[in-house]
């Protein structure tokens, strides 16, 4: 009886390139793999400096943009799996991207601000249908 013997080659992240319509990653056997930026709406709505904003996690086995809170894994990059982001996620991410944030001085310091984020909206009703 002959059995199949597999070597499993474990590849990383070395260097991402994020264009206005593409997001290709240099892996460490030396493939680029290009996808489709439109497959992840977060780096789409990102400004090319928030794009540009990124680093590797996990010894190079995903990205993350600090910037636009998104994380790629490696895999699910070479697989072609697109963002299972919900549309109601979505929603509400963009809806914070929208609101200013105030930044108010404090006075212990030049260096001391207090983040405010900004005021919800009132809800109108009970809440039943």
Known sequence: MSSLSLKIQ???AQRVTVTEDSLAVDLSDGRTV??????????????PRERNNWRLIGAGEGIHWPDLDEDLSV???IFGRASGESQASLKRWLETRKAPIKMTRKSAGPQSYTVKPPKQKARVGNGRS
């Open 10 to 12: 474990t590849v990383s």
């Open 34 to 47: 290009s996808v489709p930026l439109i497959w992840y709406p977060r780096l789409v709505n990102g400004s």
């Open 75 to 77: 895999d699910s990059i």
